[in-house]
């Protein structure tokens, strides 16, 4: 099959570079309006002063601004419907995320939950899509999730174990600002799950079947191989400003739509990952960096084209002679490898304290809304065994 | 020095696929009102039934469309004071071009035309950005320019001999259409000079002095690679689907924005065409084929490291024991060798029936707009040097 059909529309704004956060008070005003929720994740952008230089440019720029502070990592439905009622209750006319993925899904929920008259966990049980959005605006703290520019949004609702993914046209920031300079202080997992983070989008548009896509696979490499490359650079070196810009700017490449145009979805692993850190709180990147080696070794075979081009092209690993019902444990130990040798991620659930996984509700919980064909035709077993390898 | 700060912002709305005009009633209607100045070139669009089929979606959904026809390759100042004058007469809403680059650059500055009093060479002679531009959509006929997705617009003026370009934010198209099976009935020349001009465009952006720049530059390796394996499979088989699609949304990312952001552009040889094409009526992939060479066996040996990785990386040519002064010729043969004997395409000035250029007047020109620092450091004599080597 040749490259799919598709339509590729992106309207955010990215505003790319060293002190770029000082544009920030011109940029809400013209577009978020004169009156937003600051959605804050938990206290890092006090400590480090970037909290005081936003809301200096906003009251420069005549910007009023309500908080919310203390959006975690699996932000929950409960900091959305916060975030909400402050919305309206004050009226604000945008929310600004300052933060990683976390805070920005979370802004784009309670920018849509504004206009959504029930409970806000209804946009994310029943995709429902309100007919607007306040407009959102980032400052970037965290290359990893994308978020920074799609319509994507992921929340957790602790009360139902429940992890769920939401989409809305509408919900693309208007504008992000990326300053890799932000980066320069993360502790080092932060940035080693958020290589995983960006990696992981990677491969779950990469493993398709199509011919004719050698655009996208070029891309695809391309962003691989610059995360492989400097995140290592930049766990050794947390002020190399190269490593951290391209880092930071494949997070926005790997997910902002333009690989994936033409391409197709997988996204097999990202739904065993969110069951998995809905039952059991980890950060997603480790999630991801636990699910996808497992999903690699099963399911290499069947895939193995694109694999054999994974491990050359990406990975400089020659596959000649290598039979197919072996690719997959070849990939495994090459992924593995860099996680926990390059990056001192781990990668598997006893390496992030979760010893009994529970595997059982994972699986039956994700089956209520997913089906084998929406799971790249995997089984129930399968999918159980994935989680029993990962553990 | 690093990648640099950049601002990425690109609104419009790509739909690629096949028989994808059928939606373009519906777009229009969306996007630029119910009254449109249809602009289209020669007579391809009515012998191939294409303005026929459009006509009719467009009356489906209620548009109403004025045309204007003719607008040729190096499009003309005058096709823009027509169209300005149609649409300020008939009070219409939007223009929608049908066609190639010149089609789409005619239609973006008649769209911003109708915002500006004075006469429409203005806009491009005085570099004018009136305060709105009406809304543009676009039905790709040919993968080659890019205009498609970017706010550029180059105009000629036959009157004066100049032919210039022009940019302005508001003019990126609201949408285009990109359906590859529109160009399988491309006459062979069209075909490859589109392919040329592909390819100069990711030049122009690949030839820069920065560091860190490698997710630029393996973007751009991934686009000249594309074209340089599909053009001659177009070539040989025009109803390949895979490789029109290939090169059609090359064209597209090729200058949308993407792979100049972070890097510099150097847009040398693109000025020195527009006087090639000015002063001798040749399409612009051709006046490309002629001077890039030329410019890139100047310039080989102070930029070294570029081009080594373009010689390696692009054309799979090894530069290894090569010495530095050597490497421009090595350039110039092998792409001269890729135009002439894959896309047969000719490479100088004379192959294009050429014989006598004004090579005085069109640097003296040139230099009544652009400096040596805007040419890449090139002094007047190394200017009269490439078009004479061109010759």
């Avoid at 809400?28 to 600051?38: D, I, Y």
């Avoid at 996208?216 to 930049?234: H, Y």
């Avoid at 490449?253 to 690989?259: M, S, T, V």
């Amino acid at each position: 099959m040749p490259m799919k059909d598709f339509l590729f529309h992106n309207p955010t704004r990215v505003i790319f570079g060293r002190g770029k956060t000082r544009d920030v008070g011109e940029l809400t005003s013209a577009h978020l309006g004169e009156k937003v929720l600051l959605v804050l994740g938990r206290q890092s952008a006090k400590k480090n002063g970037l909290h005081s230089l936003i809301v200096g440019k906003l009251a420069q720029s005549g910007v009023l601004a309500e908080e919310l502070w203390g959006v975690a990592p699996n932000p929950s439905i409960e900091s959305v419907r916060e975030g909400a009622r402050i919305v309206r209750d004050k009226g604000l006319t945008g929310v600004l995320a300052v933060g990683g993925g976390s805070v920005i899904d979370c802004a784009k929920a309670i920018a849509a939950a504004a206009w959504h008259d029930g409970d806000p966990w209804e946009l994310f049980e029943k995709k429902i899509k309100p007919p607007n959005v306040l407009p959102i605006g980032c400052v970037l703290t965290l290359a990893a999730t994308g978020s920074e520019a799609n319509g994507n949004s992921v929340i957790s609702n602790p009360a139902t174990e429940q992890k769920l993914a939401w989409y809305h046209p509408e919900a693309y920031p208007a504008f992000s600002i990326l300053d890799p300079e932000l980066t320069f202080t993360l502790p080092p997992e932060q940035t080693a799950y958020g290589a995983v983070d960006i990696l992981s989008h990677v491969y779950e548009q990469f493993f398709h079947n199509l011919e004719g896509t050698d655009i996208q696979d070029g891309m695809a490499i391309t962003l691989m191989r610059s995360v492989i490359a400097n995140a290592p650079v930049a766990l050794a070196n947390p002020d190399d400003y190269d490593a951290r810009a391209s880092l930071m700017w494949a997070s926005t490449l790997a997910l902002n739509g333009l690989i994936g145009a033409g391409a197709v979805g997988d996204w097999t692993c990202h739904m065993l990952e969110h069951e998995l850190s809905a039952k059991h709180d980890l950060a997603h990147g480790a999630g991801l960096a636990v699910i996808f080696p497992s999903w690699m070794r099963l399911v290499a075979a069947r895939k193995e084209k694109r694999f054999r081009l994974f491990l050359e092209r990406v990975w400089d690993v020659s596959t000649q002679g290598v039979a197919p019902e072996r690719l997959g444990q070849l990939t495994y130990d090459t992924v593995t490898r860099f996680y926990r040798d390059r990056l001192s991620a781990g990668v598997t659930m006893k390496d992030y304290g979760v010893d009994n996984p529970r595997v059982d509700d994972m699986v039956t919980c994700m089956l209520t809304y997913k089906t084998q064909e929406t799971l790249g035709g995997l089984t129930r077993d399968e999918v159980v065994k994935i989680f029993q390898d990962a553990a």
